[in-house]
């Protein structure tokens, strides 16, 4: 069964810095992509980075550019996503999802979701 836990999250003001978390179990990721997502409130889910089961990462948002770093650690099964230079507009709930192989930008692509990681950037 594939399990999976996202934490890292927190408040921090803006310019501020916070180290998401995706802890894996029940699947390795040398077989599994996984994809982190964010859903502003009243917004849709949209995909921010993916990394794959070879390890190439696709960035999905113009936005975090530069400022988002996707990466992984095999021996712990563990995806990261590390956030700089934080903005109010990256306020919302982190998820990561994993898929097989192969990362997708799309949402319906991925058909298990955990609980995610609340982000909140704020002054």
């Known amino acids: 069964q594939l399990t999976f836990v996202e934490s890292g999250g927190g408040l921090v003001q803006p310019g501020g810095s916070l180290r998401l978390s995706c802890l894996a179990s029940?699947?390795?990721?040398?077989?599994?992509?996984i994809g982190w997502f964010r859903q502003a409130p009243g917004k849709e889910r949209e995909a921010i980075s993916c990394?794959?089961?070879?390890?190439?990462?696709?960035d999905y948002r113009d936005s975090v550019k530069g400022r988002f770093t996707i990466s992984r650690d095999i021996a712990e099964n563990r995806v990261y996503l590390q956030l700089n230079s934080l903005q109010v507009e990256d306020t919302g709930m982190y998820y990561c999802?994993?898929?097989?192989?192969?990362?997708?930008?799309?949402?319906?692509?991925?058909?298990?979701w955990g609980q995610g990681t609340q982000v909140t950037v704020s002054s």
């Open positions: 999802a994993p898929r097989k192989y192969y990362c997708s930008v799309l949402r319906s692509s991925y058909d298990v």
């Open positions: 029940g699947f390795t990721l040398d077989n599994y992509a």
């Open positions: 990394i794959n089961y070879k390890g190439t990462i696709s």
